[in-house]
């Protein structure tokens, strides 16, 4: 199959070709939410089509090109949310990239039928995303109907028989290979994608951002480091801790949040006006219905959350926004009513288990207050932070790791801690969330990720009214086994992640709240400079372009080697000699006026290079850029030695 001359191809038949293109960019944004990606391409693809533009297919600019979207699928995964996919995010992201890399640079280069192969490769990855199933018809259809108008704008129809049946079996066979390997994927993900989580070290599927309906203990378990996924931005200072489920009731192996406390509906109290500060949040990435808030929180604005049992927030639908959380001077509970007997409760044989020991820690300590520091510090001292949990031994979970100083991760140390309290008559709970650490101080913003989850213990003090957080985490090891004890970022390091944090902040609320983040935008003074400054430079460029248009209209041609060795005939005649064309002036009218101007040696040499020139444009006789400068290059010397006949002017 024979591709199209260019001359048959028109302006808006070249966007038909690249129409499937466009589809896969819009099918792999919608579908992972990487706009930022996909969004600037489509921009220049549509550009590129109206404009003409074409890049010459060649190995090396393939290699070039794969090698781009490589890396600008890799960088992705730094500004914007890790794409769900059947391979690990840093494999499927930067292979996906290389694809819109590949695809466009063939639709440029006129390949087409590699660009559309590229095209459904990409597609074929993107509909991975089980919520997207019907699509996959949705866009056969598209697919099919595209490539039908190519075929019958592309002259094939003019081809003959055998190449419009080529055409055919490659469209039969395009949509067939999308279908198929999106069903082949979807069916080889419980088998052949685990070996692949297998082979890439430190790559997990993810363990999501929302903490469950229960917190369960195991005798033996590793857990899966958390990922890098960004969640949320916090602009001001950032509270330790950001609080989301509240567990009052422990079995022994699981904590659970009752139902008397998850139905129980709170009313902030009357001080709700004493908030001193604000704190912006900007939800990047699904957190799931519990809203993470600190524990002085007092009102948002931007969302309309219900504030539940143990002072946790409820909001749904909060992806992308940003909101302004109301909180305290201080990361202070509300005061409350005296908890019951429920909070001091422990299944019998664990509490016989765990009374020496309790009792031991805690004699020194008076007041609850005082037995809770003791149990804090003694986790800190004497237990290391370790993902991999093997309290096998007699005796329950956890009393084999109070016992024998196991290492353990923040749960267990938080279940642990809660469980001797109670052990000694003190009203406690475990509370998961997020502790924030990634801050940037030049923008006085904080990123928090997935890999910040945590669990700490809530004691209730009699003296304050209220509960009271406490931690009985070590920080420093566990800063050792996630692997965040990194050196300071420097100057360039934080500017780096500011700009990563604007983009991250610009795709979550393209991808979520795409109407409310374009009027945000546009209504930004950033907006209003960048337009300001467009508008400038266009007055200012107006009689350039104006001459460029013109310009163009007298050469009319697209050859750009041709094109190029006409302008500089122009810019001869005009350093030389003064004489520019009018907007009207043909090659004649001007050829006459250099005669008058230097003699008919000099108009001789122009005219046997526009008689050169004439033949190339109009009759396609070949005139490479060698001869055409070497007529130039001799119009140029000729006039150098050539003074001004007496008695002529330039007219």
Known sequence: MSEPSEHNVSRYGRLVELTPVFAALVVHAVAHGRWLLCAPVMVGLLWAG????????????????GALGLGAGAGMLWVSEPPTAPFPPNIFGPLCGALVGLSVLCGLGRNRYFAWTYAGLLVALSLRVREMQAVEWVLGGLV????????????LTRSGLRAAAGFGVFTVLLLGMTLWLTRTIWASEGVLMDAVYRMTSGS???????????????????????????????????????????????????????????????????????????????????????????????????????????????AEEVEGTTLALRTAEQEHLPPEEVPGDALTALPEELKAELL??????????????????????????????????????????????????????????????????????????????????????????????????????EVFLADEGRFVAFDPTPWRSR?????????????????????????????????????????????????????????????RKGKWGERTKTRREVMGTRDVRLAAVYARY??????????????????DELLSRLREARGDAVAQVAAEFLAHYREARYRG??????????????????LRDAPSPPGRGLG
């Open 50 to 65: 109206l404009t003409g533009v074409r890049v010459d297919y060649s190995p090396a600019r393939l290699l070039l090109a």
């Open 144 to 155: 099919l109907s595209v490539l039908l108008v190519a075929f019958l704008e592309g002259g």
């Open 204 to 314: 997990n599927p993810g363990t999501g951002a929302e903490f469950q309906s229960e917190v369960g203990l195991r005798s033996l378990e590793r857990k899966a480091r958390g990922s890098e996924r960004p969640l949320l931005v916090l602009s001001g200072a950032a509270p330790a801790r950001l609080r989301t489920r509240v567990f009052d009731r422990f079995d022994g192996l699981r904590w659970t949040t009752s139902k008397e406390l998850e139905e129980r509906r709170l009313q902030l109290p009357a001080g709700g006006a004493e908030a001193a500060r604000t704190l912006a949040m900007t939800v990047l990435s699904p957190v799931g219905s519990w809203l993470p808030a600190p524990a002085g929180m007092r009102g948002v604005e931007g969302a309309r959350p219900e504030v539940r049992g143990g002072w946790v927030w409820k």
């Open 356 to 457: 020496p020991l309790a009792e031991e820690l805690t004699r020194e300590g008076r007041t609850p207050r005082e037995k809770a520091r003791k149990l804090e510090a003694y986790f800190h001292e004497h237990f290391e932070y370790s993902l991999y949990v093997d309290l096998r031994g007699e005796g329950s979970p956890l009393a084999v790791m109070v016992k024998e100083k196991r290492a353990a991760y923040c749960t267990y140390f938080a279940s642990a801690m809660a469980a001797l309290l109670r052990t000694v008559g003190v009203p406690a709970r475990v509370v998961g969330g997020f502790a924030p650490e990634d801050n940037n101080p030049l923008t006085g913003t904080t990123l928090v990720r997935e890999r910040d989850a945590h669990a700490w213990v």
């Open 479 to 539: 800063d050792e086994a996630l692997g965040l004890t990194q050196e300071e970022k420097g100057f360039w390091g934080n500017v780096v992640g500011a700009v990563g944090t604007f983009l991250r902040e610009v795709g979550a609320g393209l991808r979520y709240q795409p109407l409310a983040q374009a009027k945000a935008l546009v209504g930004s003074p950033l907006f209003g400079v960048v337009a300001a400054g467009v508008l400038l430079w266009r007055l």
């Open 570 to 587: 122009l810019k001869t005649l005009k350093k030389r000699v003064g004489l520019v064309p009018g907007p009207s002036e043909t090659d």
């Open 621 to 638: 006789m070949p005139m490479g850029p060698e001869q055409g400068n070497t007529l130039v290059e001799h119009l140029d010397a000729k």
